[in-house]
Structure formats: structure tokens, C-alpha cells
């Protein structure tokens, strides 16, 4: 079982705790953490949820991410979720966007973090991730638009895509 903080319309917590799986109550919400990863020569890393996940099967996306769980902060919960979900710990992460989306009642907070490593240590986790790719910014551009990019995923990155 998994357990949530839960935050008020303003994104305060307010000492309730959610569970994954429960029906979130009117005017709570839950932290979703994300990290896009960019390496030093420019490429972006893509994964692929696994085609068993309930939500966007097989999709494409461009971050590793999830809920927070009881007591993580943002910053804490985006490195849990890139570690569990790539093998790829990072120290610095730029905030990218901090989102409230009422229809799933979650807070997005999202970041970017610089990579230096070999592009082919990634660790995939089963169960979530089944692939990965390294696109070039003008190769991402494309593909965020595709049918085989989550949909609402580009909204969230609108304002970093217009950098690249």
C-alpha cells in the first residue's frame, strides 16, 4: 500500500495522508514528481511505460516520475522515482514547471537535470519503463507531437520546448 501527504488548493500540506488507489477527496490533491533528463551533448532521454501500465500503455515520455510518497518533498520524490526508474541519481535539479491540474486533483513539479554519464547505463525498471531512447533537441520536437508521446506530457514542458 501506498500512502500520500495530502495538499490544499494552494499546495500547502494539511496532514492528511492519501492512498493510492483511494478516491482522492474535493479539494485535496497529490505531489507528482518528474525529472527530464538532458545530457551534456544536447540529447534528451525518452522512455517507454511498459505496455502493461493501466494509464498510456506504451507511450513515450520524457521523464521518470511518480507520487511522493508520506513526507518527500518534490526534490526528494523526482530522485527516488529517476534512480528507481533509470539507475541515474542526480544532485542538481532546475525547476522546469509547478502545475496544478484540478480534473486528477495532483500537483506536477517538474525538473531538469544535466547528465554527463555513458548514454547507455541506463537501468530500466520492470513493470514501468520497457525502453529508452536519446533524441536530439530537433528529434524531440517532432516526437513530442507524435501519437506515440503521452498527450498532456507536452503541456506540462511547453515553456522548456520553446528553449530548446
Request: proline residues 4%; negative net charge.
Amino acid at each position: 500500500m501506498e500512502f500520500w501527504d495530502a495538499y490544499d488548493r494552494s499546495g500547502c500540506r494539511t496532514g492528511e495522508t492519501l492512498v493510492r488507489g483511494q478516491l482522492i477527496p474535493e479539494g485535496r490533491y497529490h505531489l507528482v514528481a518528474e525529472v527530464t533528463v538532458q545530457h551534456t551533448d544536447g540529447s534528451i532521454l525518452v522512455m517507454q511505460r511498459d505496455p502493461s501500465k493501466k494509464i498510456f500503455p506504451g507511450l513515450w515520455h520524457a521523464t521518470a516520475g511518480g507520487s511522493a510518497l508520506t513526507g518527500e518533498d518534490a526534490q526528494t520524490a523526482a530522485q527516488r522515482e529517476l534512480f528507481e526508474e533509470t539507475g541515474l541519481w542526480c544532485n542538481t535539479l532546475m525547476p522546469l514547471y509547478h502545475r496544478r491540474e484540478d480534473t486528477n486533483r495532483t500537483f506536477y513539479a517538474g525538473f531538469l537535470t544535466i547528465y554527463a554519464g555513458d548514454k547507455k547505463a541506463i537501468s530500466l525498471q520492470a513493470g514501468e519503463t520497457a525502453a529508452f531512447r536519446w533524441l536530439s533537441p530537433a528529434e524531440f520536437l517532432a516526437f513530442v507531437k507524435s501519437e506515440a508521446y503521452i498527450p498532456h506530457h507536452q503541456l506540462r514542458l511547453e515553456g522548456w520546448l520553446k528553449s530548446l
